[in-house]
């Protein structure tokens, strides 16, 4: 399915006609009940339909009858949402298009550009966002736009708050789920999870939910000897979130909470085009054309992600006013472990050294350990009256420690015999012997904010909110490097910046049904300066480009949109037009032959676009929803190197990296009664425009790459062609249940087509030593059965 510009007003027009029918053929008596689902995306109490911005909320109901396992999942029905798979673990979260492209595991400086909350607790970490497991949610809200206001920096693009259900006093409950899933031509898998709520006399419950995943793989790989080991990216999640409530007065609520979650992926979801090791161009060994097979290793690969989450809230409520304090410890640690052979090997090649050599197996494993603590107090109102506001203090302190680490075995030996004796010792810098890159990269970030918002009824019919919030962020940064491949480097840097994120908002309620709102809010990230080259693996010409690119500043927007939202019986419709003026755009690109990443700015670029969700239940039994984001997402400035050459396509009217064009997504749902219970019947589509990974990717996107790495018989002169415009791709759903008492059963197929979605593209040394596309989970047929009690 392919839609051009001339689609658009065809798909506006669909949108609007369809809101126009469903609106006479609402069924009152069976409606989907928006002003129902409480949320707090103001840090205050309000129903969906009274939040004045533009905000998606996917409830518990939403996320069992969808089947819905993370947060890529329930990125299908959500207008503006975007989620790009690297790998397990290593998800890149996008919210209108406002995009950096494509973020990788060695770019710890980078900040994200959305939030991440697990209730009033930060958990956002750039490129590693928590894998979460829904169970027991009480919804997920997708907040769009900046938030800086309230949520501060990393809220650029939006915020996403991961809501669980809280432990009940004086109520026994539970709940237990299984499910088990096959996938076509790849592995099984399947969970097991369980909820009990624990009440302990009437002032104090317990509630603890325990899970434990198992994911079948889906990729093959083959290894040096020649044997295939399939299912390679198989893996467990497995996790415990206990929180205890207590009351000790009418007028205060503590509520401490304990999270741990455990991740261990055996591989990652990359399929191979083109491997030093193994590719078309080969003769002393066979050939390779990765058709029977995905992947070609050395070593076996692995993620493995340990998080740990300690938080405390305390509500009190001062008469006519509520204080809040939630103080947050994170523990995280993180591993990622790659077979970096073909890396390794390819600089062999050009440092001469023989083929025994190239072809030593090399482990490269990036470790992360983070530990943060937050402290957030605020006062909000809580009494009638026409003004209503929050007001608070932001706390926040972050060790990040980064490593790489790249042990190859017997290395030295022909570093000594290549390069001459004593090379190896004395490039090392300190570190040990036969790893040729080494690095530590200790950050530490404190950040303080003050931030207050208020809402002022000027009528029964028209509001207007404003607010703002100050900030002040110190980062400091040590980099220490050493190895053959290094400069061995031991430097230390700081990056500071302080400001203000104010936000205003205008409500008009034209009717008991439709309220019009407008709004301006500006959002922030923090600049920040990039790791040195690797200038013992660069070319010249790649030095030179972007070796004077160092550091970057931060990045700032400012977010002008106009929504509607229409409610009326069973029928909603959430609509907002937008346009986002962004300033020194941080872009992340891969510094060719350097084995380097970097961040630029470019100093102007913008998003603009439209977006909608519609909800509706036309007869009695039939539910359907609709939405889509059109976006149109643009560099508006060209950044050029010294001799006036543009820039790895940063040019002023490409297209911003890894965002798609139009998005849709439709569902729906048939129930009805069977026997003493009640079935249901669903289908949902989600259709995913062109991309790009990186901005230069447009640029000539039939690339044709050459290694220039004579090896194995190659000569090195030979062309992979590879199209960078990742196609538009198209998702079928289908699932159908049956409830009857406590019990739920549930059987889907996800991905009814087959479709391989190209998610992105990975090359590793500007494509000298790999190239390969990460790709989505093939057709997965599964059955899930859940009971209350």
């Not at 809040?324 to 600089?347: C, E, F, K, P």
């Not at 943060?372 to 060790?399: C, H, I, K, M």
Request: with cysteine; proline share 4%.
């Amino acid at each position: 399915m392919k839609f051009s510009g001339r689609d658009r007003p065809v798909i506006l027009a669909a949108a609007m006609a369809a809101a126009v029918g469903a609106t006479g053929a609402a069924a009152q008596d069976q409606a989907t009940n928006q002003d129902a689902i409480v949320v707090t995306a103001t840090k205050r109490e309000q129903t969906l339909q009274d939040v004045p911005f533009s905000v998606n909320a996917q409830t518990q109901a939403d996320i069992q009858r969808t089947g819905s396992q993370n947060l890529e999942d329930l990125s299908r029905n959500v207008a503006g949402l975007a989620i790009q798979n690297l790998g397990p673990g290593q998800s890149q979260v996008g919210i209108r298009g406002v995009s950096a492209g494509q973020i990788v595991r060695d770019q710890p400086g980078v900040k994200e550009q959305v939030g991440i909350y697990l209730d009033e607790s930060v958990i956002s970490l750039s490129l590693f966002t928590p894998d979460l497991d829904l169970f027991d949610l009480a919804r997920v809200e997708t907040l769009r736009g900046p938030q800086g206001t309230l949520f501060g920096s990393g809220s650029v693009g939006g915020t996403i708050r991961f809501i669980t259900n809280q432990p009940k006093l004086g109520a026994f409950e539970g709940a237990l789920e299984g499910n088990v899933n096959v996938i076509d031509g790849g592995g099984v898998g399947g969970h097991a999870k369980g909820m009990l709520n624990i009440p302990m006399g009437d002032k104090m419950a317990l509630r603890v939910v325990a899970y434990d995943t198992e994911y079948g793989g889906f990729l093959d790989a083959q290894y040096e000897d020649g044997r295939i080991k399939k299912n390679i990216n198989s893996g467990e999640r497995s996790g415990v979130r206990a929180a205890l409530r207590w009351e000790p007065a009418d007028m205060v609520t503590i509520t401490p909470r304990f999270v741990y979650q455990r991740v261990d992926v055996h591989g990652f979801n990359r399929h191979e085009l083109y491997n030093l090791f193994a590719n078309p161009f080969t003769t002393t060994r066979p050939p390779v054309d990765f058709s029977n097979f995905d992947q070609h290793l050395l070593l076996r690969e692995e993620f493995k992600d340990n998080f740990y989450l300690g938080d405390l809230t305390i509500e009190l409520k001062l008469g006519g006013v509520n204080f809040t304090s939630v103080t947050s410890y994170t523990d995280r640690q993180i591993l990622v472990s790659r077979d970096a052979s073909a890396l390794t090997g390819s600089v062999s090649v050009d440092l001469g050294y023989p083929d025994v050599a190239v072809s030593i197996p090399s482990n490269l494993r990036d470790t992360t350990d983070l530990t943060q603590l937050t402290q957030e107090a605020r006062f909000s109102s809580n009494y009638e009256s026409p003004l209503q506001w929050v007001v608070g203090l932001f706390y926040a302190d972050a060790q990040r420690d980064y490593a790489q680490r790249l042990p190859t075995p017997g290395y030295d030996y022909f570093t000594d015999l290549v390069l001459g004796a004593g090379t190896a010792a004395a490039t090392a810098n300190g570190y040990g012997p036969d790893s040729p890159y080494n690095s530590d990269l200790p950050y530490h970030n404190e950040q303080f904010a003050v931030f207050g918002e208020g809402t002022y009824d000027l009528t029964d019919k028209f509001h207007v909110t404003a607010g703002a919030r100050y900030y002040d962020f110190h980062e400091t940064r040590r980099f220490v490097s050493g190895g053959l491949f290094s400069n061995g480097d031991n430097r230390t840097d700081s990056t500071s910046s302080n400001g203000f994120s104010p936000r205003f908002i205008l409500s008009y309620d034209a009717t008991d049904a439709i309220t019009f709102n407008a709004q301006a809010s500006k959002g922030f990230r923090l600049g920040g300066v990039n790791d040195p080259l690797n200038l013992t693996l660069c070319s010249p010409q790649d030095a030179a480009i972007f070796g004077s690119f160092q550091d970057y500043n931060d990045e700032t927007l400012w977010n002008y949109e106009g929504g509607m939202k229409v409610r009326k019986g069973a029928f909603s419709l959430n609509a907002a037009g937008f346009y986002t003026d962004i300033s020194n755009l941080q872009v992340t690109l891969d510094a060719g032959s350097c084995s380097s990443r970097i961040s630029f700015n470019v100093p102007k670029a913008h998003t603009a676009g439209f977006e909608w969700e519609l909800q509706s239940q036309p007869i009695t039994g039939l539910e359907f929803s609709f939405s889509g984001t059109i976006l149109n997402a643009e560099f508006d400035s060209t950044v050029v190197d010294g001799m006036g050459n543009v820039v790895a396509g940063l040019e002023k009217g490409n297209r911003l990296a890894s965002v798609p064009k139009l998005q849709l997504a439709a569902s729906a749902q048939y129930n009805f009664p069977i026997g003493t219970g009640n079935g249901f019947i669903a289908a949902s589509v989600q259709h995913i425009g062109d991309r790009f990974t990186q901005p230069s990717d447009q640029v000539n996107s039939m690339r044709s790459f050459v290694s220039g790495l004579p090896f194995l018989g190659a000569p090195g002169t030979d062309a992979t062609v590879v199209n960078l415009d990742l196609p538009a791709y198209t998702i079928v759903n289908l699932n159908a249940g049956y409830t009857k008492g406590a019990w739920d059963f549930l059987v889907y197929v996800n991905n009814v087509g087959n479709e391989e979605a190209l998610l992105s593209f990975d090359r590793e040394r500007g494509g000298r030593a790999r190239l390969a596309y990460h790709v989505n989970q093939p057709r997965t047929f599964g059955v899930t059965a859940r009971v209350h009690f």
